[in-house]
T-cell receptor
Framework: GEDVEQSLFLSVREGDSSVINCTYT??????LYWYKQEPGAGLQLLTY?????DMKQDQRLTVLLNKKDKHLSLRIADTQTGDSAIYFC????????????FGKGTRLHILP | EPEVTQTPSHQVTQMGQEVILRCVPI?????FYWYRQILGQKVEFLVS????????KSEIFDDQFSVERPDGSNFTLKIRSTKLEDSAMYFC???????????????FGPGTRLTVL
């Protein structure tokens, strides 16, 4: 079945790197996503990676995909107070084109 | 930058009443979706809509729910006879193409918080 798991909380000092991890069970996923949800706001797509890629970098964001271990991570370099949010890992599938399966989200808390 | 909008931002209703949640997807998008997030839980897929019909729905999306694109811009979710457990944040999303095969991004609205008393 489809399941996406994430740890619920992460605390990081301002200026350090944050690494948010995610594991998934269904290896037929085609795209994996990271969405950000700030308080009271909707889901903002941060980045996504095609399942045949290992890594994608976009400014302060680095996505690493280990397909063998079904592990996805999001690294945020030089974490800022504005990065404080809930980060959702999600996946979509070639034979189930419509829906995205989300994890429960990791709440990133920035320490001064 | 174009965005998905949703109204109202917060809807309070009595149990047993009907509610209609409204969404305006991004104008050139062809695929529309509703998701919900019960407080503290995962964002769950409800339904997808393409070419004026439902293309996929989850087991949550039973006869209590319906979707409609009444005109060229709006996309609505109707919940009949609301129950306490329908209280959640409801997100609308839209995309140009399909997420799974084309990798087309689903853009989400800010959500409507539904509270059923």
């Amino acid at each position: 079945g489809e399941d996406v798991e994430q740890s619920l909380f992460l605390s990081v000092r301002e200026g350090d790197s944050s690494v948010i991890n995610c594991t998934y069970t269904d290896s037929s996923s085609t795209y994996l996503y990271w969405y950000k949800q700030e308080p009271g706001a909707g889901l903002q797509l941060l980045t996504y990676i095609f399942s045949n890629m290992d890594m994608k970098q976009d400014q302060r964001l680095t996505v690493l995909l280990n397909k063998k271990d079904k592990h996805l991570s999001l690294r945020i370099a030089d974490t800022q107070t504005g990065d404080s949010a809930i980060y959702f890992c999600a996946e979509s599938f070639v034979n189930r084109d419509d829906k995205i399966i989300f994890g429960k989200g990791t709440r990133l808390h920035i320490l001064p | 930058e174009p965005e998905v909008t949703q109204t109202p931002s917060h809807q309070v209703t009595q149990m047993g009443q009907e509610v209609i949640l409204r969404c305006v997807p991004i104008s050139n998008h062809l695929y529309f979706y509703w998701y919900r997030q019960i407080l503290g839980q995962k964002v769950e897929f409800l339904v997808s809509f393409y070419n004026n019909e439902i293309s996929e729905k989850s087991e949550i999306f039973d006869d209590q729910f319906s979707v409609e694109r009444p005109d060229g811009s709006n996309f609505t979710l109707k919940i009949r006879s609301t129950k306490l457990e329908d209280s959640a944040m409801y997100f609308c999303a839209s995309s140009e193409g399909l997420a799974g095969s084309a990798g087309d991004t689903q853009y989400f609205g800010p959500g409507t918080r539904l509270t059923v008393l």
